[in-house]
């Protein structure tokens, strides 16, 4: 199956900075999304790119299919950031989404 | 519009017991998904539904079951509970489940003694 490799694991920041989050895929796929899981669990959705870059206020997420890795950057970040982001990856078949390890992303005031 | 729901939110078992978890997905999907999440393992995924039918299965014992209604709610059961089965439940759904955006519930902790 689909390889998905996230790095850095671990990422701590003062609040304020900048960051950029790295998923490599090892085939090619039809369906990428990032996420966010909060203290909770629960994962919310923020970016679906299967290519293309996107932008939703301080983030940003930029796909490159034929090189097979998408760059989330995270900008002027904030505490409510810390958490651990996840890219997911969906083969061209069945609907399963193979997840990466995470980046636990700590932002400190 | 209202989100993915699960319930219960927190459950705790002891070995040998069975537990069902009950997933409702927004409105008007039809495809449902579950994954478990263990800090050893990371998320892994389980079963998909779509139209009462199990259309993919990821790599886990029987023990691991589930099933769709004809409303798309599903429940997924695990049977005889083993320490291991300790983990967060996520469900996911989507509108056709062939490449659309999926969106997750609150989860499912489930501790088992």
């Known amino acids: 199956g689909i390889q998905v490799e996230q790095s850095p694991p671990d990422l701590i920041l003062q609040e304020g900075a900048n960051s950029t989050l790295r998923c490599n895929f090892s085939?090619?796929?039809?369906?990428l999304q990032w996420f966010h899981q909060n203290p909770w669990g629960q994962l919310i959705n923020l970016f679906y790119i299967p290519s293309g870059t996107k932008q939703n206020g301080r983030l940003s997420a930029t796909t490159v299919a034929t090189e097979r890795y998408s760059l989330l950057y995270i900008s002027s970040s904030q505490t409510t950031d810390s958490g651990v982001y996840f890219c997911?990856?969906?083969?061209?078949?069945?609907?399963?989404?193979?997840f990466g390890g995470g980046t636990r992303l700590m932002v400190k005031p | 519009k209202a989100g993915v729901t699960q319930t219960p939110r927190y459950l705790i078992k002891t070995r040998g017991q069975q537990v069902t978890l009950s997933c409702s997905p927004i409105?008007?999907?039809?495809?449902v998904s579950w994954y478990q999440q263990t800090p050893g393992q990371g998320l892994q995924f389980l079963f998909e539904?779509?139209?009462?039918?199990?259309?993919n299965k990821g790599n886990f014992p029987g023990r691991f079951s589930g099933r769709q209604f004809s409303n798309s709610r599903s429940e997924m059961n695990v049977s005889t509970l083993e320490l291991g089965d300790s983990a967060l439940y996520l469900c996911?759904?989507?509108?056709?489940?062939?490449?659309?955006?999926?969106?997750f519930g609150p989860g499912t902790r489930l501790t088992v003694l």
């Open positions: 539904y779509f139209s009462e039918t199990q259309r």
């Open positions: 409105s008007g999907h039809r495809s």
């Open positions: 085939d090619s796929v039809n369906n």
């Open positions: 997911a990856i969906r083969e061209n078949a069945g609907n399963m989404l193979t």
């Open positions: 996911a759904s989507s509108w056709t489940g062939t490449g659309d955006e999926q969106f």
